[in-house]
């Protein structure tokens, strides 16, 4: 069967961004349960959605396939609700959460035989939030995890995987276990991390006011990730929690070491430890998107003179290249300063490299 109604539950951004993207199949029906009616107006409005529920069984009872795209707490309780729900026909439900083992464990407590669960993560996301942000292209090249439960086949796999192709992610399938552990280490730990260094920060600007002055640059981009929602990110350190107070552990022993090697000026063994971090850094991917949102910047050297800003602008504009954010990371006056300029794709960035050079402009991609 080509033609399905497809249920997407929660339509925010990433709901959205694959019901714009399911919705490339002409042949599906998508269907956009949210208990934000402003959203569901919007999704129909945009022709994100074609049909508007906030009964989600009524919803659920329509569907072929239902994607779960809410909050972890949240997709759990959608999965708890779902067994009571009389389906007439199999359905198959996957979810969009980045912790699988609190839902797979959930999904295998089901005893609707008509219900067919296959955990999932779209690996990327963006900076923004809500259905207005949301687009078909969002989980391209992106590594997209499954993880089939007790409840599903390979075969159902294989539907899932055709229905959700137009996202033209790459499918991984893993364990519960294994995907937890990975997400922890590259995704869940770093926010920690950098709120951790945010906190460190404040509580230094007790001792030096212009701290706050002296910490734009690389400290912010170190840090953005500590910019994101609290809520969200509590519900997935909650839910992941025992991997991450191993992870917690392993890197209080591991600065530890570090202060050790400071403490006893360690030269060759502190240089060792750089190097080896620069190599494994300088080794990773940077084609395919990531558990954390990329950011396509070009640094600009700029004259300190009126218009200056402008005229970087008016370039890019010229060539119709979207700019993300703008930003002066140094300006000085009658001197040459910096300007950081982001945008949305890779593409974009190296296409603003071009013409601000041709230009004449001094331009700079960090990796």
Avoid: C
């Avoid at 107006?41 to 396939?65: H, M, N, P, S, V």
């Avoid at 502190?270 to 971090?277: K, P």
């Amino acid at each position: 069967m080509d033609n399905r109604n497809i249920l997407v539950a929660g339509i925010g951004l990433i709901g959205g961004s694959l019901a714009k993207a399911v919705k490339i199949n002409p042949e599906h029906t998508v269907l956009g349960y949210d208990l934000n009616e402003e959203s569901l107006q919007y999704g129909l409005e945009q022709g994100i959605i074609d049909k508007a529920y906030t009964d989600f069984t009524r919803a659920a009872q329509e569907a072929d396939i239902i994607i779960l795209a809410a909050p972890i707490s949240e997709t759990i309780e959608l999965i708890k609700r779902l067994d009571s729900i009389p389906f007439e026909r199999q359905v198959i439900v996957t979810d969009t959460a980045s912790v699988k083992h609190a839902i797979i464990e959930a999904a295998e407590q089901l005893t609707n035989e008509n219900i067919a669960f296959i955990g999932g993560h779209p690996m990327a996301g963006s900076h923004k939030r809500g259905i207005g942000a949301a687009k078909s292209h969002l989980f391209e090249n992106a590594i997209y995890v499954l993880a089939p439960s007790i409840r599903s086949t390979n075969e159902m796999v294989a539907t899932l995987k055709n229905v959700l192709s137009p996202t033209k992610s790459k499918f991984v399938v893993l364990k519960p276990e294994e995907h937890d552990e990975m997400t922890g280490v590259i995704s869940h730990f770093p926010h920690l991390i950098a709120s951790s260094l945010v906190h460190r920060a404040k509580k230094w600007q007790q001792t030096h006011a212009f701290l706050p002055k002296l910490a734009a640059g690389g400290f912010r981009d170190i840090t953005r990730i500590a910019s994101s929602n609290p809520v969200m990110w509590q519900d997935i350190f909650y839910h992941n929690r025992k991997k991450m107070s191993v992870l917690l552990q392993e890197w209080i022993e591991e600065m530890i070491q570090l202060k050790e090697l400071i403490d006893n000026s360690e030269k060759r063994a502190m240089i060792d430890y750089l190097e080896d971090a620069k190599k494994y850094r300088d080794g990773i991917p940077t084609k395919t998107a990531g558990a954390i949102p990329a950011f396509y910047d070009v640094y600009v050297d700029i004259r300190d003179q009126t218009g200056a800003i402008a005229s970087v602008a008016q370039i890019l504009a010229e060539h119709n290249i979207s700019i993300k954010n703008i930003e002066i990371l140094e300006i000085r006056e009658g001197i040459t300063g910096v300007l950081r300029v982001s945008f949305y794709t890779k593409d974009a960035q190296k296409l603003s490299k071009q013409q601000l050079e041709l230009n004449g402009y001094e331009t700079m991609i960090q990796n």
